[in-house]
């Protein structure tokens, strides 16, 4: 699983670069807000190595039931990140995506 170049956003976090990624289109559950909104990560050097999925408590913003949503600030990706390295994600390996849960 890689994250896509087209629509990603960068951000440098400690020195190193990543690319992330909220998803345009919700899925059917995020669409009926009953999964929440997520966006992935990955290192932009080297690319296609190990992915971070992260979870918010928020619905995703173009949900179905007009719930309110917030967006995703690149602050909360930088600590997201963090969090992550923290709890043992590696995105210079390659290997699973790593779930982070932060809702």
């Known amino acids: 699983m890689a994250v896509n170049k087209r ?3 960068p951000i ?7 690319r992330w990624i909220v998803r345009r289109k919700p899925t059917y559950s995020q669409g009926l807000t009953s ?3 997520s966006f992935a990560v990955e290192r932009t050097d080297p690319p296609g190595r190990a992915v971070l999925v992260v979870q918010v408590a928020s619905p995703h913003p173009a949900n179905w039931m007009n719930a309110p949503s ?13 969090q992550a390295l923290d709890l043992g994600w590696q995105p210079d390996h390659p290997g699973s995506p790593f779930m982070l849960n932060l809702g």
């Open 7 to 9: 629509g990603s956003k």
């Open 12 to 18: 440098v976090v400690d020195g190193k670069g990543y």
């Open 35 to 37: 999964s929440p909104l």
């Open 70 to 82: 917030s967006p995703v600030l690149p602050s909360a990706v930088a600590n997201a990140i963090r």
